[in-house]
């Protein structure tokens, strides 16, 4: 079992900058792929990035592309998402998942993954 707990949600203006972390409970962080996701009001939860057990192998939805940045510290069992140049359309509650079946393929599939946060509120004004 593996709980995260996501932090660094706020207010931000359009253009700005945030890093949101997830913290992982349990020794078996570094054996997990890990993704994070945003669901807006109204709109299903959708895939933002993903990692590889090492950060070695990255992907990420075509929106975020060169915005985002998605990396991981499995020595601290944290999870990062460095956001910049922020859109309104960015809004959103974040959400970092686990994938337990998976260490050095990643999936952008929401079901494929086990465990869930608790999400951060991201909010970018115009």
């Known amino acids: 079992q593996v709980q995260l707990v996501e932090s660094g949600g706020g207010l931000v203006q359009a253009g700005g900058s945030l890093r949101l972390s997830c913290i992982a409970s349990?020794?078996?962080?570094?054996?997990?792929?890990m993704g994070w996701f945003r669901q807006a009001p109204g709109k299903e939860r959708e895939f933002v990035a993903a990692?590889?057990?090492?950060?070695?192998?990255?992907y990420y939805r075509d929106s975020v592309k060169g915005r985002f940045t998605i990396s991981r510290d499995n020595a601290k069992n944290t999870l990062y998402l460095q956001m910049n140049n922020l859109k309104p359309e960015d809004t959103a509650v974040y959400y970092c998942?686990?994938?337990?079946?998976?260490?050095?393929?990643?999936?952008?599939?929401?079901?494929?993954?086990?465990?869930w946060g608790q999400g951060t509120q991201v909010t970018v004004s115009s």
């Open positions: 998942a686990a994938d337990r079946n998976r260490m050095v393929r990643v999936t952008t599939t929401r079901r494929e993954y086990d465990y």
């Open positions: 349990g020794r078996t962080f570094s054996s997990y792929a």
């Open positions: 990692t590889n057990w090492n950060g070695g192998s990255t």
